[in-house]
């Protein structure tokens, strides 16, 4: 039971390693996703040649910065997608790894029974606790990553129709991550290491 | 590469003779197959290598070496302008924000503060010192920018390779400069390293530098509208396009064909490929937040340069001279 254990704080460090990179992940997505609605929020301001003072004597110049903030925000939402595509990676290996943990345990020819399941040596976790830790962290993550892409389509929704509100809403939604409660994640680590804590 | 048969102007190289560029001979002698790749086909062959292979055989080292320093140079103009380019918009962008929070201050809630004595007018006069302090800085961004582009410019017309002193004294000596009417400098239209002519060579330099040179002047633009922005004294801070923005600005602007002799002013801005014949529109000291916004990503556009383009061009210029310009 106890080697069966340390197999599980392997996954969680794994896990832990998964996490870290999804925190770096984090702060590129939340500088492209600035970046974006920056632009976005000019578009409209680029439009009307009211704004352009002493500029309107060169000619083209509205259709020129127009195509050319355009052209920024393309390339920046290409980067939002490869930075969705690794936030997909991250979510995917967190499956795999808690899918793996509960082949472990099922999968084998001697499933532990509930009392097994249930049975605290010192203060090293249970399997249940290992198991059950193991899925919350996948749902946190995959939910999170659900939320993260329809905040993104919802940015190239908004650049034709741009409200400063909404793209601040959305930006704080980024920001807050909802699925990922720091505490909670703080609490299954502390239960699973405990004995590292002591 | 499979052998080729040599051309006759590499038939006397003589292989002791030193080349920056050991690939140069073998690229060089596949010229004749792919002589229809440079741009401008109508400079090639259209006057007749007045050298002897004798010369060209010497002129050719000297001219790569020659163009392989020019292209560098304006490798390091580019990241010149580029450095001086995003300082002067921090520049700007802290100019325009002490500009309005000056603006705003007689309208701002202080709160507990408005107690103090003169608080508004103190911090009035600490604004409009913030402002100076980053109009000099911009202004200074604005001449660095300048510096890289006449560098450029120099450059980019600094590509010829003569022949310095009779070409029938033994000692063969090259030069920038062109001291005899009928060496036009460029070995006769040949290929300097795989494919390219002088003249091409200086087709895509001029192309780059172009942009930069329109790009400079939308600059100026920007930069006279910011250092006239200003709260008080509106006479004080009023500059025209026709002044000059620091001592010396019309000779450099001139360099990079700027500045018209017959109008005694700079050119006016315009987009690349784009006709401007509006008037210059007299500039209003307190543009709108919104104006001050469209400058400030006007700044940061660089409408004019094609950046995509430019970096094409630099790679296919490393390419053909078998170095890296990036």
């Known amino acids: 039971m106890e080697a069966m254990v340390k197999k599980y704080q392997q996954k969680f460090r794994k896990v832990r390693d998964e996490m870290s990179r999804w925190d770096e992940l984090q702060s590129r997505l939340i500088s492209q996703f600035n970046s974006a609605s920056s632009i976005i929020q000019r578009l409209q301001v680029l439009q009307d040649s009211k704004n352009y003072g002493s500029l309107n004597c060169v000619a083209g110049i509205g259709d020129g910065l127009l195509r050319k903030q355009l052209e920024s925000l393309e390339v920046i939402f290409l980067s939002l997608k490869r930075t969705m595509e690794e936030f997909h990676g991250i979510v995917f290996s967190i499956e795999k790894i808690h899918r793996d943990g509960r082949q472990q345990v099922k999968g084998g020819s001697n499933q532990p029974s509930v009392k ?3 049975l605290r040596v010192g203060v090293k976790p249970t399997l249940a606790d290992c198991l059950d830790g193991l899925m919350v962290l996948y749902d946190m993550h995959h939910s999170e990553y659900l939320l ?19 793209l601040c809403a959305l930006q704080q939604l980024l920001i807050d991550q909802p699925n990922i409660p720091k505490d909670e994640v703080q609490s299954i680590f502390d239960i699973i290491f405990a004995e590292e804590i002591c | 590469m499979a052998e080729q048969p040599e051309t006759p102007t590499m038939e006397t190289l003589d292989p002791q003779t030193p080349s920056p560029s050991s690939s140069s001979s073998s690229s060089s002698s596949s010229s004749t197959v792919s002589y229809s790749k440079p741009p401008n086909p109508s400079f090639q062959n259209q006057n007749p290598s007045p050298m002897p292979p004798s010369l060209t055989r010497l002129w050719r080292p000297a001219a790569q070496r020659n163009l392989r320093n020019q292209w560098s140079k304006l490798v390091s103009c580019r990241k010149q302008w580029v450095s001086s380019s995003s300082s002067g918009k921090s520049h700007a962008t802290s100019l325009v924000n002490a500009h309005l929070s000056q603006r705003y201050l007689p309208s701002m809630e202080l709160g507990v503060l408005s ?3 003169n608080i508004r007018k103190k911090a009035g006069r600490k604004l409009f010192k913030q402002q100076e302090t980053f109009q000099r800085k ?13 560098q450029m410019v120099n450059a980019s017309k600094s590509m010829r390779t003569f022949l310095k002193g009779p070409s029938n004294s033994a000692l063969v000596q090259f030069s920038s400069f062109s001291g005899d009417q009928n060496d036009s400098g460029d070995g006769g239209g040949i290929p300097v390293f795989a494919f390219w002519s002088i003249s091409s060579h200086e087709q895509l330099a001029e192309e780059l530098v172009q ?5 400079l002047n939308l600059k100026r633009l920007l930069v006279l509208e910011l250092l006239s922005t200003s ?7 009023e500059l025209h396009w026709s002044d000059q923005l620091y001592p010396g600005e019309f000779d450099h602007l001139s360099m990079c064909n700027l500045f018209s002799q017959e109008t005694c002013e700079p050119v006016p801005p315009k987009l690349m490929d784009l006709k401007s014949d509006a008037p210059t529109v007299r500039s209003n000291n307190q543009p709108n937040p919104e104006v ?10 660089e409408v004019n340069i094609d950046t995509l383009r430019v970096d094409e061009i630099f790679a296919v210029i490393g390419e053909e001279m078998h170095v890296s310009l990036t």
């Open chain 1, 116 to 118: 097994q399941l249930q």
């Open chain 2, 115 to 117: 107690d103090m004595l």
């Open chain 1, 148 to 166: 993260k892409a329809s905040v993104v389509s919802a940015l190239s929704t908004l650049t034709l129709k741009p409200s400063a509100s909404d």
């Open chain 2, 231 to 237: 709260c008080d004294n509106p006479q004080l801070n």
């Open chain 2, 211 to 215: 942009m930069f040179i329109m790009e």
């Open chain 2, 138 to 150: 911009l202004l200074s961004s604005y001449k660095d920018m300048v510096a890289a582009v006449t």
């Open chain 2, 292 to 301: 001050l916004q469209v400058y400030i990503t006007t700044w940061l556009a």
